[in-house]
C-alpha cells in the first residue's frame, strides 16, 4: 500500500497518479476488446462465406425471423447504451444516486433484449427451425437454410451470452455503488464495464442488418 | 484526460441518431438497389459503430495509443476476411 498521505481511494501504489491508473485499465480494456473482435470475426467471416454461396437460401431463410422484434431489440439495445454511458458520466461527476439509477436501468433494457430474444427463439423452436433433426424447411433450400440458422443461433447465441455476462458484471457494481466504492476519483470498473456493454451493442449493429434484412425487398 | 466529463447534450445527439440510421437501415432494405443493399446496410452499420465508439466508447478522446490498439483490431479482422475469403475464391 501507498503511505503517500494524499493517495486517492482505489490508488494502486504501482501507479504514478490516478491518470496513469485510469489510462492503463482503459488500454487494458480495449485490448481485450480486440481478442473479442477476433472471436466474433470468425463467425462472420463464415456468413460472408456461407451467404457468397447460398444467396437464394439465406434470402428465404431470413425472411422467416422476426424483423419487427429484431428492430425492437436494437432500439432496446441503443437506449442501453445511453443509460450506460450516463452511468459512466454519473461516476466521473461523483453522482453515486445517478449512477445507481442509470445502471439499474441498463440492466433492466439488458434484460428486456434477452426476453425478446427469447421469445423469438421459442418461435424457432415451434416452427422446426432449430438446426438438427427436427430441422424442417419447406422448398428446394432445406439444407442451406439449416446452415444459415445454424450461424443465426450460432452469432445470436455468443451475443446472448455476452449480454448475460455483461448483466452480472453490472449487477456486481450496482451493489459496489450503492456500498459507495466508487467516486469521482475512482471510477475505473464502471468506465471498463461501460466498454464492453458498448461493444457488445456493436456487435448486435451488424448482426441486425446481415440476418434480419437480408432480402426484404 | 480521461476525467473530460463531455455535456449530456452529446450522448442524446448521439442516441436520436442511431435511432433514426436503425429506421433508415430497415426503410432502405425493403427498396431493391440489387447487389448495392448489402453494402448499403454495412455503410450504415459501420457509421453507427463509429460513433458508438468515438462518443459512447470515449474514443474521440483518448490518447492516440489507444486508437492504435483499437485500429489494430479492425486491420487484424480485415486480414481474417481478405485471406481467408480469397481462399476459397481462387479455389
Known sequence: ?????????????????????????????????????????????????????????????????????????????????????????????????????????????????LVIKAFEYSHKIHEHLIPGSSFQFAGPF???????????????????????????????????????RFTAEYYSPIDVAGLYWHFVDVVWIYLFPLLYLVSRH | MSQHVIPQKVYYLVFVTLILLTLVTVDVAFYNFGFLNIYIAMGIA??????????????????????????AGILWLFIMFVLTIADYITR
Open chain 1, 142 to 180: 432445406g439444407q442451406q437454410a439449416e446452415m444459415f440458422f445454424s450461424l443465426y443461433f450460432m452469432m445470436t447465441g455468443l451475443h446472448a451470452i455476452h449480454m448475460i455476462i455483461g448483466i452480472g458484471v453490472l449487477s456486481v457494481l450496482l451493489y459496489q455503488a450503492k456500498r459507495g
Open chain 2, 46 to 71: 459501420t457509421v453507427k459503430a463509429t460513433i458508438v465508439a468515438l462518443y459512447f466508447m470515449h474514443l474521440r478522446y483518448n490518447p492516440r495509443l489507444t486508437w492504435l490498439f483499437a485500429g
Open chain 1, 1 to 113: 500500500m501507498s503511505n503517500n498521505s494524499d493517495s486517492a481511494v482505489g490508488h494502486a501504489h504501482h501507479f504514478t497518479d490516478m491518470d496513469q491508473q485510469r489510462e492503463a485499465s482503459t488500454l487494458g480494456m480495449w485490448t481485450f476488446l480486440v481478442t473479442e473482435i477476433m472471436f466474433f470475426g470468425g463467425l462472420f467471416v463464415a456468413y460472408a462465406l456461407y451467404r457468397s454461396m447460398y444467396p437464394e437460401a439465406f434470402a428465404e431463410a431470413s425472411l422467416r425471423l422476426n424483423l419487427l422484434l429484431g428492430a425492437i431489440n436494437t432500439g432496446v439495445l441503443i437506449c442501453s447504451s445511453l443509460t450506460m454511458v450516463l452511468a459512466v458520466r454519473d461516476a466521473q461527476s461523483g453522482k453515486v444516486k445517478g449512477l445507481v439509477r442509470y445502471l439499474i436501468a441498463t440492466i433492466v433494457l439488458g434484460s428486456a433484449f
